[in-house]
Structures are given as C-alpha cells and as structure tokens.
DNA sequence: GTGAAAGCGCTAACAA
DNA sequence: TTGTTAGCGCTTTCAC
C-alpha cells in the first residue's frame, strides 16, 4: 500500500535511495528493460511496494513512451460509438497500455483540436473517428505519431484504417426494401459535407449506394433524398415534413439508426404504422432490436472495429510501416419494421408481422 | 498554419529564436502571465503562428498545470453516462482546459486503476462515477488532486459531490405506482456490494427507499426483491423468471432505465402487456420516451449534473477548500408502461393508453 | 519588462 | 550487471 497517498510525489529518486541502488537501475526494473540481477529486481519491486510509487507519464513523456494511447470520438450519444471503446478497452486489457479518450463535438467539427490534444500529451497512438479530416493533415500527423482511422474509406500510405463495408451494406438494404414490393423509397440523410475526404465518408457511400440502386432498378425517377442540417437533431422535423408531404414514400432509409428512430417516431407522431411506411436504419444498435422498436438494420460490428483498431495500432507501435486497410463485413438484419408495401387501394392488411 | 505538421518538434526555444526573444518570454506570452510589453506578445505570437508551435503537455506537467482536467467513466454504454460527459463538456468549451475520459469496466471493479491512470497523467482535477471506491482512498486522493464525485451521497471535507436525490426519485416512483393502485410491486436490482460506501450508492438508495416505501403503505409482506448478478448483462432473465413465477408482481421497479428496458422486454416475450405489468425505469434515457417504449422513469439532468461538476472542479482548482455538496432534484416522468393494475378476474380493459 | 539559470522526474547512452 | 551523466521542454525564481 502506498505510504504517501495514489499520487504521493515519491519520485524514482526515493525508490532508488530507499533500495540503495540508482535511478538507473530502478528506471530499467520498472520497465523490465534487459539486464538486472534478480536479486536487484527483487529489492526494488519491494521499495516500489512500500512506498506506493507511481512513475509520472509526464516525466516519461518527456524522453520515452507514455504507454497511453488516444482514442478520438465524436457523439458518444450515439450508442454505436461505445461500442467501439468497448472493443478498444477490451483489446487493451492486461497489456500497459492506458487509453484516454478525447470527446470531439462533431457539430463544431472538433476533430483536429481533439487528436491535436491527444498528442500534445504525447499518447503513444492515436486511434481516431474523424470522417472529415482531410487526409494529407493525417498524412502529416502519421510522421509523427502512428494512427488508425475508423470509418474511413480512404487510404493512404501513412495511417491504417478499419472500416466497415457500407457500400455492401446499403445495397442490402435496399435489396430488402425491393424485394419487399417497395419502389418509392427515400433516404434520409444530413447535410452534404464539402471536405476533402467526401466520397470516403460512410454517409456519403451510404446516400450513393441508395442512388446507383435506384437508378439500376428502373426507379431514378423516384430518388427522394432528404437532408437534416444536423442528422441527430432534426430528424424528426425533416421526417415529419416527409411524411406528411403528398409524395410520402412507403418505405424510407436512414443513414443510420438515431435518425432512423426518429422517423419510427414520426410514424407514430403522424397516426401512421409500419404498414404505411417501413423504416430501416444502419448501425445495428441494440435497442434496435427491442420488440417496441423492430427495427430493421445492418450490424456493424463496432466492438470488432474497435478491438481491431488497437490491434493495428500496437502493430504499428512495434514497428510496422506498410499500410493495413481493414473492411469489416456487416449483415442485414430484417425486423418488422420492414413490411411490404400496402397494396394500392386495397384494404389494411394487419398480417405479415416480421419477427416476435 | 503549422510549418512542421500538427506534432511538429517546434519547442519553446524555436520560437524564442524565431522572435528574438528568451524561453522565459514566450513561455509568458503562451500563459498570458504577467509582465509582457505588447509589442512582445505581438512578436512572439507571430512566431508561434508561424512555426506552428505546440507546448508539449509533458513537460508542462512536470512543473506546472496540465490544462488537463480527467473524469473517470464506467459503462459508457449506458446512454446515462455520456450525458455527464455532454454537459462536462460543455461547461469547458472556451476553456483552455481539456478533458480527458478514462473508461474503466464497472465489472472488474476498475474505478481505483482508471482514476490512478488520471492522476498519473497529471491532470489538473478529477471527476469520477464511482460508487464503490472508499471514501478514505478518495480523501487521501484529494489531498494531491482536486477531486469531484458524481452519484455518491457520502460527504466528506475533501472533495465535493454531485448528486441527485435518490430518495425522492425513488419515492416519486412508489408513489405513482401506489395511486395507480398497485400493491405487488417488485423491485429488481444488482447484487448487494459490500463495500465501505454502500449506503451511499444510489441503487442502494433506490432499493431502502422502496423497501420502505412498501413498509409506509402496509405492503411489507408483499416486499419482493430481485436480484441480477450484473444489472445489465442479467436482467432480462432475471425478469422472465420473475414474470414466470406463481406470485407475479402488477408492477416492477427496476434500478435504472436498462433493466427496465429488459423487464419490457421480457413483458413482450412472456406474451404479456403494459396492462398485466407496469414497469417503471429510472434515469430518464432519451430512448425511454420513444412511443415504441414509453417507460415511466425518474428524469435526472445528466447534462447539468456534468457541468455542476466541471464548475466545482474549476473552483476548486481555482482555490476553494471547503467542500461543496450539490444535491439535484429529480423529475417524475410517467409515460404508458405504467398503468392501473387490471383488476381481478375482470374483463382485460384497453382503456387508459397514457400518452402518445 | 526581460533574460539567465536552475531544476521538475524520467530514460538512454555510456562508463565502470 | 550496475552507476554516472546528460538532457527531454517547460516554468519559475531571481537578477538585471
């Protein structure tokens, strides 16, 4: 137990006078670096002990590794990105590493502030969510430190990324959605983003993907895209306004689940039910699949993203420098959300309720 | 824009090179401390700017603040949480403080490994949702650091809390149920800790309160307590199980909004409806209020809990040193899932949808 | 108002 | 195998 309190100021200096031995040699035990005697290790792993010492990362950060790693995350509202720090947390388990996270407000585009605060604390990695940094500042940020990107579908030679297939996923979506019976589909999705990496975005990939099908079944005509300025606040609103238009589409596709719930809603809010109007989402989010919700969805599989992305980048920290481009496949998940179309003028027709 | 990429090795004395000045000059000037001629701080900013320079967070913490301030999270996954950290957040946006979030697994007990991982990254405070760590670690903690603590109800001189009044909630809840007419109310919960702190973590208060509560309305004997080993991971077992029984409960309290979300559940899965079981949550989860859930729950201010923090954590690094305790009041929030119990051998009755 | 100099606690060469 | 030494980049007296 510590004598001098969790962060008492006992600097390695104490432990090696109290073992009588250097700082040297305490330095090398701590990080069992090569060469010391057992008998020293023993003595010094005793004087740590006794008095409760505790290496300062700051101090460390200053010559050697800091054994942190930064993890960047916007919207941790959003219950698909705890996932992903769940993945992380877990890959890290047992191993030296510290992960610290660094919130980033994706409204204000925070994304360069966060990672730059990262490293200015000197993490040893930086594993980062940030869709619409531009791809030559990573560049020029991987000289520095090693990354890994999640959710981007650029690659470059500097930084590592994970991925999850969205082409593959939409296109199953709308798969389901046709061979439902649907033609009037819409998509809903935010505002379009004009930065550097755009066509690398999931969102984007997402919204084209609902394009080129469209068009490739014969439905071009019937390409409704509708914008929310910010997905997650004004979902609602736009859904709403979508509805309750004189082209209401029977069936709509969120760009992802949170905008996705809230059209569920606006179906409930405008008297409407599944039958009129089938929903389907993207992300997998567990309350998605909640008998009140049913929703229909593509699962990534953020946890794997996540323990991935550490994975790489302790990879990267041993001394890897090729690039690795990881792609997750992710699997449609049918729920009663998704019905068949209401047949023109026939009567309401309350079967075909998906599951449970 | 940086001339070295964004973790270019600028230092202090590149910049002091640059302008013409001395280390200590510039070091003033990034501080704005006291002593700088305007024309200085032009000078110097402009070559900051220039160079693209970035004081490394390491070797400040060796002699000074960090701008660091650290807050230890348990179960990112429940969407509770990331309201603490929405409103931590913005109660430093404009700050030149930085958070920083360090997770720590509820299930292994991590709270004392995540808040010495802060601590040894220097930050300047800590913010901290740990129920179970003692009172007299976190006592001696504050000692070196200052110290806020979220959800815990024990009072100490050293460092501050932030909590919200279990108590009332929790009666709140009882109350609603008792008007409503039910008398078999079970109470599901987590397994009892051992721990130094235990009457001050809010679930134990939630399950006192109930207890009592039945005691008050002359239920005593009707007291039915469920226990999960892990809340989350269990409690839809546990509630099946509970549903399942010879002795049903009318109504279930559960501890917090994702059990309740289980308990839902696990109505729908035994085939039953609002009307045979009323559940009613706790935290007031935004996902609680969607129409396909509607769970009765107790609404506490995640967001202004948060920012209640950082305040206090800002006050005390700015220098107060007698302990602050804020307690925040709770709202009732009743929704659908929490109806009149269907009266005996009566005809089942569809009436009384409560909103939306 | 400004600069010189002394460390903060640690690690990495190198010497013994 | 062990100890000595020289910084890492910054802040902070304390002279000027």
Redesign the interface.
């Known amino acids: 137990m510590a004598a001098r ?4 100021s006992v600097t390695i200096e104490d432990v090696a006078r109290a073992a009588g031995v250097s700082r040297a040699a305490v330095s090398k035990v701590i990080r069992d670096a090569y060469g010391v005697s057992p008998a020293m290790r023993e003595r010094v792993t005793a004087a740590v002990e006794q008095l409760g010492y ?9 010559r050697g590794k ?1 054994f ?1 790693l930064g993890i960047e995350i916007p919207e ?2 959003n ?1 698909f990105f ?2 992903l ?2 993945g992380a ?1 877990a890959a890290l ?1 047992g191993s030296p590493y ?6 980033a ?1 994706p409204a204000h585009a925070e994304g ?1 502030r966060a ?3 990262l ?4 993490v040893d990695g930086v594993i980062a969510v940030s869709p619409l940094v531009e791809p030559a ?1 990573l560049t ?2 991987s ?3 090693p990354v890994v990107m999640l959710g981007r579908h650029d690659r470059a030679d500097g930084y590592d990324t994970v991925v999850s297939d969205d082409e593959a996923g939409a296109r199953a979506v709308m798969r389901h959605l046709f061979e439902l019976g649907h033609r009037d589909i819409a998509h809903l999705t935010g505002e379009a983003d004009h930065a550097t990496n755009g066509s690398g975005v999931p969102q984007t990939i997402r919204l084209h993907t609902y394009r080129t099908a469209m068009q490739e079944a014969g439905f071009g005509d019937r390409i409704s895209v509708a914008r929310a300025a910010d997905v997650t606040a004004d979902a609602h609103a736009t859904a709403l306004r979508m509805l309750s238009g004189s082209e209401r589409p029977t069936a709509v596709f969120a760009c992802h689940d949170e905008p996705a ?1 809230e059209v ?2 606006a179906v ?2 405008a008297g409407l039910t599944a039958d009129d109007v089938s929903v389907a989402g993207y992300d997998g989010i567990e ?1 998605a699949g ?5 929703l229909t969805t593509v699962r990534q599989d953020g946890e794997r993203m996540g323990r991935l992305a550490v994975e790489l980048l302790l990879e990267r920290i041993a001394g890897r420098t090729e690039a690795r481009h990881e792609v997750i496949a992710p699997d449609l998940v049918v729920r009663s959300s998704t019905r068949p179309p209401r047949p023109c003028g026939a009567a309401t027709r309350l079967s075909a309720l998906g599951d ?1």
């Not at 309190?5 to 008492?8: E, F, K, N, Q």
């Not at 490293?119 to 000197?122: N, P």
């Not at 909640?290 to 049913?294: E, F, Q």
Request: glycine share 8%; net charge positive; no cysteine.
């Open positions: 309190g969790p962060a008492g505790r290496p300062s990362i700051s101090a460390r950060g200053m800091t942190t941790l509202s219950p705890p996932l720090l769940a947390t388990s510290q992960l610290i996270i660094a919130p407000d360069y990672i730059r605060a490293v200015d604390r000197q500042w020029e940020l000289a520095t430190v719930l569920l809603r409930a809010d309350i909640h008998p009140g919700i049913s449970h």
